[in-house]
Structures are given as structure tokens and as C-alpha cells.
């Protein structure tokens, strides 16, 4: 049976085509461009979440399909514009958590020796700080916006990704393409942009998946402790007043199910694209679903068949 590997080429068509023909994939892109549409092309078609539009707590109705919150706001328009604005935090979050990670593991891992020691004791600082405390104190102190929460989740949630790059260098400082490369006479910036940087590509695309994961929670979690701009709209600040307003308690769920549903929604795409692109770009998954589909092919279980690596010499 031929080895497998990933996708051919490193473009975006091929990582494209790869998801196309994953069904976990395929569904989380599909679930992810659905929101993305909706967060893009929906305000046009809404009014001002903000405007005072019916009775407050209004049950879900014809002209308000999600009723209206204690305000007398439409609940759906709220929604539909929060989604930009949730989306939008989350994943510039998602970029610039692993963005800074790379900027201290890839050195840390390539050049070893001291910068190694003070890189690692920088990010183990901040590992070994509780994260969820550490950004309501940091939030509390500063100004109520959403860069004040996108800096917060920034400062608390790249340490972790560091880690994991510079572990991921130092496995590759060994490989022979990057010693070639050193025997070249290639400098540092080439090696580690154009060497070590693609080889890790896979690994990038998850870290951002997976941060992006986290921004999305942990924002709509301080915004719904009142530590972000309030009188903004997106999912959290739309808990918040849910809560305000005693939705659960008087049984108003139009208020709180539909962005928490949402949130999970966002959470389980993004998870299902994440566990694609682990299955594309990790040989020995790729190894394991093409024997999978090789004995389905012939009718047999996988369960009951061991594969055996036969020598042709």
C-alpha cells in the first residue's frame, strides 16, 4: 500500500482541496463560512441593534423572531451584529497569540545556549500564572474596550504556543535540510523564515485554530463579568445583559440561548477543522484513514485486521 502524505504543494488550494475531501473538515468550513457570512453581509440587512424596536422581554414573534431583550431591543439584529464583532476579536486574537509564541519560541529552539534560558524563563512566568484571574485583574484596571480585552487575552494566552514552537524547533534544528542550509553559509532569518517556518506550518494552523477557540470564550467571559465595553454589541455583552435583566430567572431564553448557542457552534466548527487538519498533516493519521478506507474497499473491518509490513527485497 503507498505511503501517504499531505497535501501536495504547500498553497491554500491544496490545504482546499484536502478539506474538501475530509466530511469533519468539510463540515466545520461550512459552519465557519456560515458565520462568516452572516458576520460580513448580515448588518446590512439590520437596522441599529441598539434602536428601542418593541416591548422589553418580548417572547420570539413574527416582525422580532428572536424577541426583544430588557431594553426593547431586537434580540436576532443584536446577533446578527455581534457576530462581526465576536469573530473579529477572536480571531485577530487567534493571529497575534501565535504570532507572539513564534516570535519567542522559534528563537528560543533555533539559537539554544542563553538566549534559550531567558527566552524560556520570560514564557514560564507567564505559564505558571493562572490565566482566567490574571485577565479579570488586568481587565478591572484598564479602560473597557476591546482592545483593552484583546490585549488581556493576548498577554495571557501566548506562553503556551511559545512553548510548543520552540519544542517544535529544536526538533528540526536536527533534521538535514537545516544543517545543508548552515553548511550553505545561509543566514539565520533565511534558515529560520524559509527553512524551519514552513516545516511548521501545520502546527501554526492549529495553534491558531485552537487560540482562536480560546479568544472567542474567554472574551464573551469577561464581557459577560462587565469588564468589557458594554454599551458595545456581540455575544458577550449580550449574556451580560441577559443576566442584567434576570433572563433566566423570568424564563426569557431568547435572551441567552441564542448567543451562547452560537459560541458552541463557533467552537465545534473550528474544533472539526482543527482535528482535519491534524488528520492531513500528521503522517501516521493520513497512514491510518487510507487503510481504513483500503480495507472498507474490500469489505473488512478494520477492528479485525493488523496491517504487516511486508519487504519486497
Not at 463540515?27 to 428601542?52: E, M, N, Q, R, Y
Not at 482543527?274 to 478506507?293: Q, T, Y
Request: charge should be positive.
Amino acid at each position: 500500500m503507498k505511503q501517504p502524505s499531505g497535501p501536495s504543494g504547500s498553497g491554500l488550494g491544496s490545504w482546499a482541496r484536502a478539506i474538501h475531501r475530509d466530511r469533519k473538515g468539510l463540515f466545520g468550513a461550512c459552519v465557519l463560512g456560515a458565520f462568516a457570512l452572516v458576520a460580513i453581509a448580515g448588518p446590512w440587512f439590520f437596522g441599529d441593534p441598539s434602536a428601542l424596536v418593541g416591548i422589553p422581554l418580548q417572547p420570539p414573534t413574527w416582525p422580532h423572531p428572536l424577541g426583544t431583550n430588557g431594553q426593547g431591543q431586537d434580540v436576532l439584529a443584536q446577533l446578527v451584529v455581534g457576530t462581526r464583532a465576536s469573530l473579529l476579536l477572536g480571531f485577530a486574537v487567534g493571529l497575534a497569540v501565535v504570532l507572539l509564541g513564534a516570535l519567542v519560541g522559534v528563537p528560543a529552539g533555533y539559537f539554544g545556549g542563553r538566549t534559550d534560558g531567558v527566552l524560556s524563563i520570560f514564557s514560564n512566568v507567564f505559564l505558571v500564572l493562572p490565566g482566567l484571574p490574571l485577565a479579570i485583574v488586568i481587565a478591572a484596571y484598564l479602560p473597557a474596550s476591546p482592545a483593552t480585552v484583546a490585549i488581556v487575552l493576548v498577554v495571557t494566552g501566548w506562553a503556551w504556543n511559545a512553548r510548543v514552537v520552540r519544542s517544535q524547533t529544536l526538533a528540526l534544528r536536527r533534521r538535514d535540510f537545516v544543517a545543508a542550509a548552515v553548511v550553505a553559509g545561509e543566514s539565520d532569518v533565511r534558515i529560520l523564515l524559509v527553512e524551519i517556518l514552513p516545516s511548521m506550518l501545520s502546527v501554526l494552523v492549529a495553534q491558531v485554530i485552537g487560540s482562536t477557540v480560546y479568544a472567542i470564550g474567554a472574551q464573551v467571559g469577561l464581557e459577560f463579568l462587565g469588564l468589557g465595553d458594554v454599551s458595545r454589541v456581540s455575544w458577550g455583552t449580550m449574556l451580560y445583559w441577559a443576566q442584567n435583566d434576570s433572563a433566566l430567572l423570568t424564563g426569557a431564553w431568547w435572551m441567552f440561548v441564542p448567543p451562547g448557542l452560537c459560541v458552541a457552534l463557533v467552537g465545534f466548527g473550528l474544533t472539526l477543522l482543527n482535528s482535519a487538519f491534524d488528520e492531513i498533516s500528521n503522517p501516521r493519521l493520513a497512514l491510518e484513514r487510507v487503510w481504513r478506507a483500503h480495507l472498507a474497499s474490500r469489505g473488512r473491518a478494520p477492528e479485525r485486521s493488523t496491517p504487516v509490513v511486508r519487504n519486497h527485497a
